[in-house]
């Protein structure tokens, strides 16, 4: 029989205390019970529930993460629970209860540093999606499952997602060495479980526009369309390769000026409002003549 180990770990939610294992004590899969209703499937997750101050569980490969309510603090109380989940794993008690494994999609997914530190791209090779989606927070993700789950984890800050990728945005407390396994893999289970990335409706909503005016109802004179088009053709499959999009905002004839919205990895990117703004510009200048004189660039 194998003897389990615990080894606690602090998080950068001081609410959220990680307990790891030197053993997988699940297959593939992560769960994350808010209640012992929810928990009817774990018996360790319903032992842990009666702890009073437990307010949520996360079941992993190697780890159980617990959040905790503010009734007490970890300090006081982690040596007990670790103690605890040691003495439950070494008597051999389930942790899950398995269904029936429904059957699995086949994904791969690895991860990708992008020219922005703070953000980390993981592709997919499979299409996950049929256009851009940004999130800037989970009450915007309340249209996508997959964003929700990763603003449950307490250093993601932005998720943009599109074609065969998905982009992260962390807060600076984080680091990618510690994280990008925990990310690769929710991901990927996510997806593997045959799980739904964004809503039918969503993506119904996005079809029908895919720049900011269009999505407005604000028709597009010829020359803001030439310049779609260009953007489409020349920039975006540049720009996506670095985890990023662009999208046209609008074209003022008079000041010859052209607005553009970065996202993804390019939003808040040190170098991308400038190296963009310029390589964006030189472009359509010699595409366009006389018509651009200035590209200016926001961070969506």
């Not at 086949?106 to 993981?122: G, Q």
């Not at 040190?270 to 961070?299: Q, R, Y």
């Given at each position: 029989?194998?003897?389990?180990?615990?080894?606690?770990?602090?998080?950068?939610?001081?609410?959220?205390?990680?307990?790891?294992?030197?053993?997988?004590?699940?297959?593939?899969?992560?769960?994350?019970?808010?209640?012992?209703?929810?928990?009817?499937?774990?018996?360790?997750?319903?032992?842990?529930?009666?702890?009073?101050?437990?307010?949520?569980?996360?079941?992993?490969?190697?780890?159980?993460?617990?959040?905790?309510?503010?009734?007490?603090?970890?300090?006081?109380?982690?040596?007990?629970?670790?103690?605890?989940?040691?003495?439950?794993?070494?008597?051999?008690?389930?942790?899950?209860?398995?269904?029936?494994?429904?059957?699995?999609?086949?994904?791969?997914?690895?991860?990708?540093?992008?020219?922005?530190?703070?953000?980390?791209?993981?592709?997919?090779?499979?299409?996950?999606?049929?256009?851009?989606?940004?999130?800037?927070?989970?009450?915007?993700?309340?249209?996508?499952?997959?964003?929700?789950?990763?603003?449950?984890?307490?250093?993601?800050?932005?998720?943009?997602?599109?074609?065969?990728?998905?982009?992260?945005?962390?807060?600076?407390?984080?680091?990618?060495n510690e994280i990008t396994m925990e990310l690769r893999e929710l991901i990927r289970n996510h997806i593997a479980e045959g799980n739904e990335i964004v809503s039918e409706k969503s993506i119904s909503v996005q079809?029908?526009?895919?720049?900011?005016?269009?999505?407005?109802?604000?028709?597009?004179?010829?020359?803001?369309?030439q310049i779609i088009q260009i953007l489409e053709e020349y920039v975006k499959p540049a720009v996506a390769s670095d985890g990023g999009n662009i999208l046209f905002q609008s074209y003022d004839s008079q000041l010859?000026?052209?607005?553009?919205?970065?996202?993804?990895?390019?939003?808040?990117?040190?170098?991308?409002?400038?190296?963009?703004?310029?390589?964006?510009?030189?472009?359509?200048?010699?595409?366009?003549?006389?018509?651009?004189?200035?590209?200016?660039?926001?961070?969506?």
């Open positions: 029989m194998k003897e389990y180990v615990i080894t606690v770990k602090e998080t950068n939610n001081e609410a959220i205390l990680k307990f790891e294992t030197n053993h997988f004590i699940t297959t593939n899969t992560s769960y994350e019970f808010k209640n012992v209703d929810e928990a009817k499937n774990s018996p360790l997750a319903q032992q842990l529930f009666y702890l009073p101050f437990i307010k949520t569980v996360y079941v992993a490969g190697n780890f159980i993460a617990l959040e905790r309510f503010d009734i007490v603090q970890w300090d006081d109380v982690k040596d007990e629970v670790a103690q605890q989940l040691v003495d439950y794993l070494n008597a051999g008690e389930p942790v899950i209860l398995e269904d029936v494994p429904s059957t699995k999609v086949a994904v791969t997914i690895y991860a990708e540093v992008t020219p922005n530190p703070a953000v980390m791209k993981f592709v997919a090779n499979k299409k996950l999606v049929p256009a851009a989606f940004e999130f800037k927070n989970i009450d915007e993700a309340k249209e996508s499952e997959l964003a929700k789950k990763l603003f449950l984890l307490p250093f993601v800050k932005e998720v943009f997602m599109d074609e065969n990728y998905i982009s992260v945005s962390k807060y600076e407390v984080a680091d990618w079809k029908n526009g895919t720049t900011v005016e269009a999505e407005q109802g604000v028709p597009h004179d010829e020359t803001s369309q010859k000026t052209v607005n553009v919205i970065l996202q993804g990895a390019c939003s808040g990117c040190p170098s991308s409002t400038f190296t963009l703004k310029n390589g964006i510009e030189t472009m359509l200048k010699n595409m366009m003549g006389d018509k651009v004189e200035e590209v200016i660039a926001i961070n969506g």
